[in-house]
């Protein structure tokens, strides 16, 4: 392999290092996050509240797509996943109240 190659091997070695750090972090993330929506599922089954809160859901979209805005992230891949997100938060907060 020539010096180049051999380079940018090294440095597509770093980058999926990063990548797979940032993965579980994501991951992490992602199962602190759901701990407190299981919380508030049970807190709304608990006092009979609905599994879905749409204002709660609109300004949470709003604020996202400013954040990846700000990330320089595409802010419609962005809403996309908080929309899934927000789909298993209200599945899960609808086992809650059965």
Known sequence: MT?????????????????????????????????????????????DLPPSDPSREAEQIARLEDLAKEAELDPEFAKKFLNFIIAEVIQHHRKHQS
């Open 3 to 47: 010096d180049a190659v051999t380079r940018a091997a090294e440095v597509l070695k770093e980058h999926r290092k990063s990548i797979d750090r940032l993965d579980a972090i994501l991951v992490y993330t992602l199962g602190e996050r759901f701990k407190h929506t299981q919380a508030v599922g049970k807190l709304k089954a608990t006092h």
